[in-house]
């Protein structure tokens, strides 16, 4: 298949119903208008931007990779690409650069079409470390540079990371900064000294943690709240969660659609992983429905407010 004629791309009159819809839902919620700011690219799956704090477009829905290593991982990232995907999200930590690299160069897809996400490992923290650790990651994923590049976890010099993430982004070697796992007085503490703005901050965010508190905050300064585990991996029930698959009963749609699509709703960044052909397809079918009022309310109240994956705090 033509990696840039995939055959589930949206066709465009549906595109611009969706995004239609996804800007005036957003424009509601006080988001930057996404309307203004969609992929006009039609060999995308139609995949809405959003408009991060410098000016650069970011898809609103991208590609985990998490756990995924080897040719499991280059063959998804491959697969996902040709499905529509844009967005693509790796970490040193995950030993995954170089076949997430190679899926990006077997998808044949021009390189600019995509928008590409690193992170530094604590390991990394730094100033010296921060600028190895950067080139070491480059190099892995055989780019000449990064659209995105987070600080991984809060940890170490942080200080010094970012000043080297600083200059990075000021010679053009990456395209935008952010964080990860940052709370809201890591956050407060990067924001005093921070001569660039993070982009986004990527969190663990779910049905089960909604970090109503964490993502206001982060509203305010206007910075996206990114979701990691958007599907909290499936732990404790999440895809046969009663409340989602009721409301994807109404809908015609599976569970996972509509968490995704109350992702989008709140107008959150996410990255759901699969290496299921089946599944990378199907989590990019959430522009073509709505939640009401009703849904978003019922899902508000799932939230436990508190971690799924404690084993990481
Ligand atoms: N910054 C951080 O500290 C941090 C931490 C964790 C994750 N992340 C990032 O966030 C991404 C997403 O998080 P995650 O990978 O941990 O978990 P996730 O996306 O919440 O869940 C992945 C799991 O959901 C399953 N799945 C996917 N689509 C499905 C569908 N349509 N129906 C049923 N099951 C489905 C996958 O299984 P199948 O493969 O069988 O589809 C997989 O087991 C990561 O891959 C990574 O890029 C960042």
């Given at each position: 298949m033509n990696s840039e004629n995939p055959k589930n791309e949206i066709s465009r009159r549906r595109f611009l119903q969706n995004t239609t819809a996804a800007g005036i839902y957003l424009s509601m919620f006080g988001m930057p208008d996404l309307l203004a700011n969609t992929v006009t690219d039609k060999n995308t799956a139609g995949i809405p931007d959003v408009k991060l704090n410098n000016g650069v477009k970011m898809p609103i829905l991208g590609f985990g990779t998490y756990g995924l290593s080897g040719e499991v991982c280059q063959q998804s990232v491959a697969d996902a690409i040709t499905a529509g995907y844009r967005l693509i999200d790796t970490a040193k930590?995950?030993?995954?650069e170089e076949a997430v690299g190679r899926g990006i160069k077997q998808s044949g897809i021009d390189r600019k079409k995509l928008f590409v996400t690193s992170k530094l490992w604590v390991d990394d923290a730094g100033y010296e470390n921060a600028k190895k650790g950067f080139e070491e990651t480059l190099r892995k994923l055989q780019l000449d540079y990064l659209d995105l590049y987070l600080i991984h976890r809060p940890r170490g010099d942080v200080k010094g990371s970012w000043k080297a993430m600083e200059e990075l982004y000021k010679a053009g070697k990456i395209k935008a900064i952010g964080i990860s796992n940052f709370d809201q007085a890591q956050l407060t503490d990067l924001l005093s000294y921070a001569e660039v703005k993070p982009v986004v901050n990527q969190i663990e965010t779910h049905a089960y943690f909604q970090q109503t508190n964490d993502y206001n905050l982060l509203k305010k300064h206007n910075i996206y709240t990114e979701a990691w585990a958007p599907f909290a991996?499936?732990?404790?029930g999440l895809f046969t969660n009663e409340v989602l698959t009721q409301i994807a009963k109404k809908y015609n749609k599976t569970t996972a659609q509509v968490a995704l699509r109350w992702h989008f709703q709140r107008g959150i960044i996410a990255i759901p992983r699969s290496s299921q052909k089946a599944h990378i397809a199907e989590n990019l079918i959430i522009f073509d429905f709505k939640l009401d009022d009703a849904d978003m309310k019922a899902i508000a109240k799932l939230d436990l407010n508190t971690t799924q994956f404690p084993e990481w705090s």
């Open positions: 930590v995950y030993g995954n991996e499936g732990r404790n």
